[in-house]
T-cell receptor, first 107, second 113 residues
Framework: RKEVEQDPGPFNVPEGATVAFNCTYS??????FFWYRQDCRKEPKLLMS???SGNEDGRFTAQLNRASQYISLLIRDSKLSDSATYLC????????FGAGTRLTVKP | DAGITQSPRHKVTETGTPVTLRCHQT?????MYWYRQDPGHGLRLIHY???????DKGEVSDGYSVSRSKTEDFLLTLESATSSQTSVYFC????????????FGPGTRLTVL
């Protein structure tokens, strides 16, 4: 079993839709949590850190449930430019990456 | 964007040949990392460095070695490349581990025939 599991998708949604991605992690010692974004054939870039209280950055909301070892990312009012692969990442001494969830936003 | 470059950006080589990939940073970050990315696996840590001449193994270190003689350069060497090492290799840097963001280089696409 992989340490960080994500639904690979693809998620195909129309512009303006709300889409949610889920991620589970297996190691309860994980201490820090992140969502990274990776465009096709590009390097990953930090989208946002994830805090226990939940946090929001514009159209993006991240939630963490330590008891269930579950992380989520909600994107509201999807834009064409949101099309990318979203990587769930946990840190417990080193970074562990999920395989990513691919999102395509269509006109 | 963080100042990280990788060279070469693309390489095709044959099984059994040595290959060295270079990562260069201009941010003076202490920590540097080498990852490989394969379909269905996400990024996996190969080796990392926490200072000049200080390196340690990651999750998938077999068949790879690293060296860091200067703060700005981190080299990844495949002593004898195998087809299973065909992958996209990313270098990353961070000021500290854990809660700090990692900044990634543009990647090197390596094909071992």
């Amino acid at each position: 079993r992989k340490e960080v599991e994500q639904d690979p998708g693809p998620f195909n949604v129309p512009e303006g839709a709300t889409v949610a991605f889920n991620c589970t992690y297996s190691n309860s010692a994980s201490q820090s949590f992140f969502w990274y974004r990776q465009d096709c054939r590009k390097e990953p870039k930090l989208l946002m850190s994830v805090y226990s209280s939940g946090n929001e950055d514009g159209r993006f909301t991240a939630q963490l449930n330590r008891a269930s070892q579950y992380i989520s990312l909600l994107i509201r009012d999807s834009k064409l430019s949101d099309s990318a692969t979203y990587l769930c990442v946990v840190w417990r001494g080193d970074m562990r990456f999920g395989a990513g969830t691919r999102l395509t936003v269509k006109p | 964007d963080a100042g990280i470059t990788q060279s070469p950006r693309h390489k095709v080589t044959e099984t059994g040949t040595p290959v060295t990939l270079r990562c260069h940073q201009t941010e003076n970050h202490r920590y540097m990392y080498w990852y490989r990315q394969d379909p269905g696996h996400g990024l996996r840590l190969i080796h990392y460095s926490y200072g000049v001449k200080d390196t340690d193994k990651g999750e998938v270190s077999d068949g790879y070695s690293v060296s860091r003689s200067k703060t700005e350069d981190f080299l990844l060497t495949l002593e004898s490349a195998t087809s299973s090492q065909t992958s996209v290799y990313f270098c990353a840097i961070s000021e500290s581990p854990g809660s700090n963001e990692q900044f990634f280089g543009p990647g090197t696409r390596l094909t071992v025939l």
